[in-house]
């Protein structure tokens, strides 16, 4: 059922994506680079979705807030500015910013990827889309993780926030940044506390010199 339903919701979006990419004239040639970030993103982070799917979960934290969140930035992030390219829903609220705006948005979104890409890597069959611990999970303190905990947070932080540069509206702009900020602040307190009821003073040690998303 979950793997219908997201597949449905992907053709959804691709279809929203192409028919934005139309209609990028009137939106912007910032909407390109959005719509190529948005693809980008679920490339990085397929594979290793495929590749947890084996994994055998120990421990899960707060499962109903999860869906919740995760629905909540995928509506904000991907779906309603989606909506607003291909229909001009939000055309009320729309701002205009100079090219130099969209060309620093688009150098930022080269090393978000690359860190974004990067936390997957370092941290394997560890990762999950949701807060929950594996057999044999590693507490992972190497390679971006040496010395920040959550470099995929700080990823994703640097990718919303540079939506507004590219998806220029004040609705669909803003509800990636403001969407993504909901669900850090309230996940990443259960997700830390997983971790350190999973590995105690280990962990202790490691956020005693990590940063949580600037390196210490």
């Not at 139309?22 to 009137?26: I, S």
């Not at 909506?83 to 291909?86: A, E, F, P, Q």
């Not at 130099?100 to 150098?107: E, K, P, S």
């Given at each position: 059922m979950k793997t219908g339903l997201w597949l449905v919701l992907t053709a959804v979006a691709l279809g929203l994506a192409v028919a934005a990419i139309?209609?990028?004239?009137?939106n912007g040639w910032g909407s390109l680079v959005w719509i190529a970030s948005m693809l980008l993103l679920t490339v990085i982070r397929l594979p290793y979705a495929k590749r947890t799917k084996a994994n055998t979960i120990t421990e899960k934290r707060a499962a109903?807030?999860?869906h919740l969140l995760l629905a909540l930035v995928a509506i904000g992030g991907t779906f309603l500015p989606l909506?607003?390219?291909?229909t001009g829903l939000f055309s009320f609220a729309d701002y205009r910013l100079p090219d130099?705006?969209?060309?620093?948005?688009?150098?930022i979104l080269v090393p978000a990827y690359w860190l974004f890409w990067r936390s997957h890597a370092d941290l394997g069959r560890n990762w999950s889309a949701t807060t929950e611990l594996r057999q044999e999970h590693d507490l992972v303190t190497s390679g971006v993780y040496k010395r920040i905990r959550h470099p995929m947070y700080a990823a994703i932080w640097l990718i919303f926030l540079v939506q507004p540069l590219l998806v220029q509206n004040w609705i669909a702009g803003l509800a990636g940044p403001l969407a993504f900020a909901i669900m850090y602040f309230i996940r990443v307190p259960y997700e830390e506390a997983m971790m350190r009821d999973g590995f105690g003073e280990a962990y202790d040690a490691y956020c005693a010199r990590a940063?949580?998303?600037?390196?210490?």
């Open positions: 139309w209609r990028w004239q009137v109903s807030t999860e909506v607003h390219l291909v130099w705006a969209v060309i620093v948005g688009t150098a940063g949580r998303l600037f390196p210490r």
